[in-house]
């Protein structure tokens, strides 16, 4: 694959975390109806932020299904606390992330044990949630973004790491796989930002590129005003597009995910490329309305979409990098899908 020099770097970061391990456990007086507990608290939490997320990952097997919202409600926390606090005050975050990272935690705090079984089951590198808070804790500071390479660094923090994450909890063929999540996650970021100017702004924070806005005629001014312009119009026409290909280039990496996973994260990405449509629909007005694709939407792609996951070839010989612990704790994850 023939890489950008924002990617180079990106690639760098992603194969540093890829060899950090922490071994984690439960505590021993962990109990199945805890760990029970705390999963369904895990999807409570994707189930009331992510319509999109929640109906994605119910494609996947009763195990990874689990794992996939508890590593939501870890980066959902995380993302709210950061959201919620003042700016530059990072002490609550730091308390989080304690907490989420620890290697045994307390059987009554629900998301981080079902967070620390998740990890210990897939194997998950901390190193990667911990790139996770520090690419959310950015928002406590930076508010705007001078290139497209500054964004992508931001957008691999927020997002690559959680598609990195993902691959651990799906399986994924070898290392080969994580260019392309990370591409995919940039893309996933990037149909945000582009949804979310209006709400971005109103918070105090512009993460479109200045130097993009600038080589379209654009300020600040215009995203304050609101209106739609053919300036407006040709500057979001470049970012679809380019947030397009980077969908396209995204695409091969799904075949090299284990098969059972591959539906999931067709459906979830192209969830998300429905927003970039329902903005062009509505001539790119993001400062009145939130783009969205709508329920049905969703559903009535599925059966293509599982077509199109199909379409990948299998090989049954393939060694997926998707391990189980040798010694597995009594969980809920044992007794069926609840």
Request: glycine share 6%; charged share 25%.
């Amino acid at each position: 694959m023939i890489t950008d020099s924002w990617e180079d770097r990106l690639l760098s970061l992603a194969f540093e975390a890829r060899h950090s391990r922490r071994q984690v456990g439960l505590p021993a007086e962990t109990t199945a109806a805890q760990l029970a507990r705390a999963y369904e608290a895990c999807t409570a939490v994707t189930a009331k932020h992510s319509k999109s997320f929640h109906l994605a990952s119910g494609l996947l097997p009763p195990d990874k299904r689990r794992a996939a919202r508890a590593l939501y409600a870890f980066c959902r926390i995380s993302d709210d606390i950061v959201d919620e606090a003042k700016s530059e005050d990072d002490r609550a975050l730091l308390r989080w992330s304690a907490r989420a990272l620890q290697e045994q935690p307390i059987v009554t705090d629900l998301i981080s044990l079902a967070w620390a079984d998740t990890r210990y089951r897939f194997h998950i590198p901390v190193r990667y949630a911990e790139q996770l808070i520090e690419g959310v804790a950015r928002d406590l500071t930076q508010t705007r973004y001078q290139t497209f390479t500054d964004l992508t660094t931001y957008a691999y923090g927020v997002a690559s790491t959680v598609g990195l994450m993902s691959m651990h909890i799906i399986g994924y063929a070898g290392p080969e796989a994580i260019a392309y999540a990370i591409k995919l996650g940039v893309a996933l970021q990037l149909t945000n930002i582009l949804r979310d100017v209006a709400e971005d702004w109103q918070n105090g924070r512009v993460y479109l590129p200045q130097e993009e806005l600038a080589a379209f005629g654009l300020s600040e001014a215009d995203i304050a005003a609101g209106i739609v312009t053919g300036r407006w119009r040709e500057f979001m026409r470049f970012q679809i597009k380019r947030t397009r290909r980077l969908y396209t280039e995204a695409w091969p990496g799904i075949g090299l995910l284990h098969p059972d996973g591959r539906l999931a994260i067709v459906a979830a990405a192209r969830f998300y490329q429905g927003i970039l449509d329902d903005i062009e629909q509505h001539d790119y007005d993001v400062f009145s309305r939130r783009a969205y694709l709508s329920k049905w939407g969703k559903i009535k792609i599925l059966p293509g979409l599982w077509w199109k996951s199909r379409q990948f070839g299998r090989n049954h010989n393939q060694e997926w990098h998707h391990h189980q612990p040798a010694v597995m704790h009594k969980t809920a994850l044992m007794q069926g899908d609840q």
